[in-house]
């Protein structure tokens, strides 16, 4: 699957779209296949580096906000099923989805 990522902080010249590993969702998480990604100012205060010290390490993803479509549930997953349209954030830390809400 592809995703934007960035290694270093910086402007946004440091953002890379490439290929990655696609995720399996953990008991309680979704996975959506992405149709839309919206970056926010808060993206961008993200790859400048704010709060650089209480996220994950780089590489680090980007796209706070998400619509697609439900492609795989974790264990223990309710309300939501393959196939369904969702929208919502993601987590912050960006690596996981975050319980979509369904429309």
Do not use: Y
């Amino acid at each position: 699957m592809k995703a934007l990522q960035f290694d270093r902080f910086g402007s946004p010249d440091v953002i890379v779209l490439r290929d990655v590993p696609q995720p399996e969702p953990g008991p309680g998480q979704v996975r959506i296949a992405v149709r839309a990604c919206g970056l926010t100012p808060a993206d961008w205060h993200i790859v400048d580096g704010l709060l650089a010290d209480h996220l994950p390490p780089l590489p680090r993803g980007l796209g706070l906000e998400v619509a697609g479509t439900v492609d795989a549930l974790g264990e223990g997953v309710t309300g939501v099923q393959i196939g369904d349209r969702v929208f919502g954030p993601a987590t912050f830390d960006g690596r996981r989805p975050a319980p979509p809400s369904t429309r």
